[in-house]
């Protein structure tokens, strides 16, 4: 029988506790959203309750996933996660989406991380440009060793992180066209990077000096209290030393296509994400609101 997970056991505790008690708005689950209810109207899809955009504060009527599907493989995911959009917001991004998808898939057989371009349902004149241009990138790298960054994928990472702010921290709603500055927006591609760089960049972020996310938020959720052990190195015969340390994991929607890791710092918002474990971004936002 497989061992249950942490999330498993506290799920069933609060399910046991349920029965004995009156039953709550809605099921219990780590995914749902438990914050500020002023803010549900921009962080829970509810077709039935007043939803608001999360890019730009109007009404919303459709729903926009975090991540899009076209950064995934089916089948896909159960547990994907929606947010809140007009039309005219999640309309604005499809374009780039497309394009975004096909330029990193390009580069990665390019490169020699894939053997062949996945299958898209993507019209071949859409294709055509996005790897055209990937191409050409690629190709100036290797003459130069620097790869040019490409807008449109940036604009669609930045949108990524920004959903992350809002989906787990409840930080940025509506911010998206005034109130929102980019303190920090790097990309890295796989093969700019080292074994040593590619191995860091997964590890887990310890929150000693961090700010913990609000509670009720979906990131309070993601924090784990780890026990390292140290051996005494000068006095073998003392007691291994243990310290309880708090860290913010990684959460990994489709395994080896889509990772994200959010947490917040005296400088802003942080958010990881790595697609087709190939193109790694860490992106730092800022939000006055």
């Known amino acids: 029988m497989k061992k249950k997970s942490i999330r498993d056991e506290l799920d069933d505790s609060r399910k046991s506790i349920n029965e004995t008690m009156d039953a709550p708005e809605r099921p219990f689950t780590f995914r749902n959203f438990w914050g500020d209810r002023n803010l549900r109207c921009f962080e829970d899809f509810r077709r039935d309750s007043d939803m608001r955009c999360i890019y730009c504060g109007g009404v919303a009527d459709t729903r926009e996933h975090i991540p899009s599907k076209l950064f995934l493989r089916r089948p896909f ?48 004149k859409r294709r055509t440009t996005a790897y055209n241009d990937a191409e050409r990138a690629y190709n100036e790298y290797l003459k130069t060793n620097v790869f040019t960054a490409n807008e449109r994928v940036n604009r669609i990472i930045l949108k990524l992180a920004f959903g992350h702010a809002v989906l787990e921290l409840n930080e940025g709603a509506a911010a998206w066209k005034n109130y929102m500055t980019v303190i920090k927006h790097e990309i890295n591609y796989r093969f700019e990077m080292s074994n040593k760089d590619y191995t860091s960049f997964y590890y887990p972020i310890f929150m000693k000096g961090k700010i913990f996310p609000e509670i009720g938020s979906r990131a309070f959720q993601n924090l784990y209290v780890i026990e390292p052990l140290f051996v005494d190195s000068v006095d073998s015969s003392q007691s291994n030393i243990s310290i309880d340390q708090v860290v913010m994991d990684w959460m990994c929607i489709q395994e080896g296509n889509y990772e994200y890791l959010t947490w917040i710092e005296s400088d802003g918002i942080h958010v990881k994400i790595a697609i087709h474990d190939f193109i790694f971004a860490h992106i730092i936002l800022d939000f006055y609101v």
């Not at 159960?78 to 898939?105: G, R």
């Not at 991380?113 to 898209?120: D, H, K, R, T, V």
């Open 77 to 124: 995911p159960d547990n994907l996660l929606e947010l809140p959009a007009c039309k005219e917001c999640n309309n604005s991004f499809s374009e780039d989406e497309l394009y975004c998808e096909v330029f990193i898939d390009t580069l990665k057989t390019l490169s020699g991380f894939s053997e062949e371009l996945a299958e898209a349902n993507i019209s071949r």
